[in-house]
């Protein structure tokens, strides 16, 4: 994405499509300390079968990805469908549409109590990076308080 926040929402490339067959190796465990989360795009759908979705196993969520191009905010379904997988989560802002503006949280038209109330739902405590891009640090720190506020007071 381009520095400002103005860059579009990036088409996933599988690991099948890189020439070098890096997403191959990684998947089979050739190179040590280093793994691949899949990460959803689009609205999901109810596998036929168990693990059809996943081709890694380890699953990235992307809420303000899950907020683009679509008619609601599909972190629901995301989180709920993938739970027993998912290894770690994205948070920015953004106003929905196309573009991916890495807003700081709270700016855009995200609900960040119910996004909470949802990640906690289904179980998740692992790691969340903050993708606010700007530069002026202040954004991010803003973003983290913001963050920590609603982990500490959002119930189930």
């Not at 520095?3 to 465990?29: I, K």
Request: proline share 6%.
């Amino acid at each position: 994405s381009a520095r400002g926040g103005r860059a579009q929402h990036p088409q996933a490339v599988g690991p099948q499509q890189r020439p070098d067959r890096l997403g191959e190796r990684l998947a089979g465990g050739g190179v040590p300390g280093v793994g691949l989360h899949e990460e959803p795009v689009g609205a999901p759908q109810v596998p036929a079968h168990p693990g059809e979705h996943l081709q890694l196993g380890a699953v990235h969520l992307d809420v303000g990805h899950a907020n683009l191009m679509t008619e609601h905010n599909l972190t629901l379904e995301l989180a709920t469908l993938f739970c027993d997988r998912l290894e770690h989560v994205h948070f920015s802002d953004n106003k929905g549409g196309e573009l991916d503006l890495h807003l700081p949280l709270g700016v855009g038209h995200i609900d960040w109590k119910w996004i909470v109330h949802i990640l906690k739902r289904v179980g998740y405590d692992g790691t969340i990076t903050l993708e606010i891009f700007s530069e002026d640090r202040d954004y991010l720190l803003f973003s983290r308080d913001k963050l920590r506020r609603l982990w500490e007071t959002v119930k189930i």
